[in-house]
């Protein structure tokens, strides 16, 4: 009977894990608003990021020619500030296209989280109790090296060495799964 308990709670945990699993994969798409918002914030941090560049590249073609280097065209200071005004339209771009995406963004996160947290909670648990039962499990097998050590059998005997290096990775799982609780 002893042996059944850690079966069903690790039967318990998948089970859980694949309640949560299937109900993330048949969350709906992406709104077309979202991925409309998403393409257009990417397309304006790619045009500004480019502007900055040009605009950067003439500045510098212009300090390096009053400084006498040669280069192949001089850049006009009319140019220049024409390069400055589109950067400028182009962050203002940035921040609106930035704003409406995060805006998308953070309203279908939250309605996914919302569907998805009842069974996200139940596989916490899940999780939690499967590690908590390693964790017992573990330190029954520390109490078996501990005292096969004093009984004289050698710490490094393959029947009980390893139980050092699986406990912080038992204590690391303890701490992740009681933070998917909270």
């Known amino acids: 009977?002893?042996?059944?308990?850690?079966?069903?709670t690790?039967?318990?945990?998948?089970?859980?894990g694949a309640e949560y699993f299937t109900r993330a994969l048949r969350l709906p798409e992406k709104?077309?608003?979202l991925v409309d918002a998403g393409q257009a914030y990417e397309a304006t941090r790619n045009a500004r990021s480019l502007a900055a560049r040009e605009l950067s590249d003439m500045r510098m073609t212009r300090s390096n020619a009053e400084l006498g280097v040669t280069v192949q065209s001089i850049p006009t200071q009319a140019q220049i500030d024409d390069a400055a005004d589109n950067l400028a339209e182009l962050v203002n771009q940035d921040t609106e296209t930035s704003g409406t995406f995060n805006a998308l963004n953070r309203e279908y996160v939250q309605t996914a989280n919302q569907a998805l947290?009842?069974?996200?909670q139940d596989y916490a648990?899940?999780?939690l109790e499967a590690v908590e039962r390693l964790d017992?499990?573990?330190k029954v097998g520390e109490d078996f090296h501990r005292d096969a050590v004093r009984a004289g059998v050698s710490p490094d005997h393959p029947a009980i060495c390893g139980s050092k290096g699986q406990r912080g990775l038992?204590?690391?799982?303890?701490?992740?799964?009681?933070?998917w609780c909270r």
């Open 1 to 8: 009977m002893a042996n059944k308990a850690p079966n069903m």
């Open 125 to 127: 648990v899940a999780v």
């Open 136 to 138: 017992i499990l573990l």
């Open 117 to 120: 947290q009842p069974v996200y």
């Open 170 to 179: 038992v204590d690391n799982s303890l701490k992740l799964a009681r933070s």
């Open 10 to 16: 690790r039967n318990n945990k998948d089970q859980k």
């Open 31 to 33: 709104p077309r608003q």
